[in-house]
Every structure is written in structure tokens, then in C-alpha cells.
């Protein structure tokens, strides 16, 4: 089983739209969440950290369920410049493990 | 500031060839790591720094080195290169512990092993 796993997509998604993806974790210790945000070709950017409370940034709303190890990422009202690879990203003491990645598309 | 910087961009070796990957950062950040990132793969941890002359081996370490003399630099050095080591190399830090602050990314190195 892999430590952070994340369903690949893609997701073709109209402008407008509101989408969800999802990330489990099998690491029960894990300390720290966070998505990141990976456009073609180009290096990994924190979009958001992700608290036991939950977060909203915007349009982007984050949730952490401890008990099941899980992280859920939600963008509502999509926009063309979504676009990108989401990654979810696990930490613990000494250790940060990457999801490889869920696929956005957003279509005009 | 600069960032995390990456040096060089794209590169294409033969197998058996050496290089070595450039890093830098200006934000005085203690931790430094590098990744490679395989097409449908996470980002792998090949050595990370927790400060100047201070390296350890991650996830995949073979076939790579190391060294960290200054805060800034962390130079990534492949030995004997091997077509299975093409990937996106990436150069990252943070100011706090591997697993347990933001990480700010170069913009990779492409990799070709041919």
C-alpha cells in the first residue's frame, strides 16, 4: 500500500463547476497536511496547509479526518487557471511524504 | 529574494557519465532536500540537509551524492549515470523540520540518461 495515495484522474471539469479530491494516508502518526499545487513542467507550490479544524482559503476548502486518515481538497466555482496537478502531502517527525498527484482540467 | 535556484535546466547525458546538480537558496533556511519526480510517481527523497556539513541518505540514495559546505548551496552529484536515474530532479527547503513545515521548491532539472 502506498503512504499517501491520492486517485490520479484526470478530472475534465467545466468552468463553474465544483470538484473534490480526495487523499488517504497510511501513516497513523502523521503530523502535518498540506496540498500542493503542480502546474505542467514546473515545481510544486504550497496551496494550502490543511488543520484538524478544517481551512477555507477562497474558493479552496480543506479537510483532515485523523480517525480515518484522511484529507479531502474541495474547489468550488473552477476556474481555466485551476489547472494543474493537486498533490497531497503527508508529514511526521522527521519525514514528509508526496501523493503523486490528482489531474485537474478545466474546461471553458 | 531569489528563492530556490536550479541549475542547469535540461541535461543530457550518456550513460557512465558524471555531473552535478546545482542548488541554492537565499532565505536562510536551514533544511534542504532534493527529490526526483517520475512521471505517474511522488516526489522521491534522494538526501536531505538539516544544516551545513549535515547530510543523510532518504528514500532512494544510491547512485547520488551529496555535500552541504554553506547554508545556501546543496549540490546534488550523480556518479556513473544510468538511464533509470532520468527524472525531474528537484531542489527544495524549509526553515523547520522535514516533516513538519512548508517546502519551497527550485524549478527542477530535466534529466535525460541516454
Known amino acids: 500500500r502506498k503512504e499517501v495515495e491520492q486517485d490520479p484522474g484526470p478530472f475534465n471539469v467545466p468552468e463553474g463547476a465544483t470538484v473534490a479530491f480526495n487523499c488517504t494516508y497510511s501513516n497513523s502518526a502523521s503530523q502535518s497536511f498540506f496540498w500542493y499545487r503542480q502546474d505542467c513542467r514546473k515545481e510544486p507550490k504550497l496551496l494550502m496547509s490543511?488543520?484538524?479544524s478544517g481551512n477555507e482559503d477562497g474558493r479552496f476548502t480543506a479537510q483532515l479526518n485523523r480517525a480515518s486518515q484522511y484529507i479531502s481538497l474541495l474547489i468550488r466555482d473552477s476556474k481555466l487557471s485551476d489547472s494543474a496537478t493537486y498533490l497531497c502531502?503527508?508529514?511526521?517527525?522527521?519525514?514528509?511524504?508526496f501523493g503523486a498527484g490528482t489531474r485537474l482540467t478545466v474546461k471553458p | 529574494n531569489a528563492g530556490v535556484t536550479q541549475t542547469p535546466k535540461f541535461r543530457i547525458l550518456k550513460i557512465g557519465q558524471s555531473m552535478t546538480l546545482q542548488c541554492a537558496q537565499d532565505?536562510?533556511?536551514?533544511?534542504m532536500y532534493w527529490y526526483r519526480q517520475d512521471p505517474g510517481m511522488g516526489l522521491k527523497l534522494i538526501y536531505y540537509?538539516?544544516?551545513?556539513?549535515?547530510?543523510d541518505k532518504g528514500e532512494v540514495p544510491n547512485g547520488y551524492n551529496v555535500s552541504r559546505s554553506t547554508t545556501e548551496d546543496f549540490p546534488l552529484r550523480l556518479e556513473l549515470a544510468a538511464p533509470s536515474q532520468t527524472s525531474v530532479y528537484f531542489c527544495a527547503s524549509s526553515y523547520s523540520g522535514r516533516g513538519k513545515d512548508t517546502q519551497y521548491f527550485g524549478p527542477g532539472t530535466r534529466l535525460t540518461v541516454l
Open positions: 490543511v488543520y484538524s
Open positions: 502531502v503527508v508529514g511526521g517527525n522527521n519525514d514528509m511524504r
Open positions: 532565505m536562510n533556511h536551514n533544511y
Open positions: 540537509s538539516v544544516g551545513a556539513g549535515i547530510t
